[in-house]
Nanobody
Framework: QVQLAESGGGLVQAGSSLRLSCTVS????????MGWFRQAPGKEREFVAT????????YYSDSAKGRFTVSRDNAANTVYLQMNNLRPADTAVYYC??????????????????WGQGTQVTVSS
């Protein structure tokens, strides 16, 4: 059974930082590209960041570029999202997801096959 468990969300002030973690079990983690998405109330789930199986290539949304960093520790079966200089517009539920093994970076949520339950990030002004 594949499980993705996010953690690290919370309530912070604008300008603060948070690091989200996503621990994965039930699959060969080091073979899977991983991504982060977010969904704000009343909005579609949107792409945030992704990286290849080895972390060698990363890609970010325009809103995340320069503020967020995605990374992974294959020995710990964990992917991270370091978020700096948070803004109220970053308020959302953040989800990690796994794309099929052997694929490259992808920003399309339809290409991801496993999803976590999400962790809430709230940024106050």
């Amino acid at each position: 059974q594949v499980q993705l468990a996010e953690s690290g969300g919370g309530l912070v002030q604008a300008g603060s930082s948070l690091r989200l973690s996503c621990t994965v079990s039930g699959l060969s983690f080091s073979s899977y590209p991983m991504g982060w998405f977010r969904q704000a109330p009343g909005k579609e789930r949107e792409f945030v960041a992704t990286l290849t199986w080895d972390g060698g290539a990363t890609y970010y949304s325009d809103s995340a570029k320069g503020r967020f960093t995605v990374s992974r520790d294959n020995a710990a079966n964990t992917v991270y999202l370091q978020m700096n200089n948070l803004r109220p517009a970053d308020t959302a539920v953040y989800y990690c997801a796994a794309a099929p093994a052997g694929t490259g970076v992808t920003t399309k949520k339809a290409n991801y096959i496993y999803w976590g339950q999400g962790t809430q990030v709230t940024v106050s002004s």
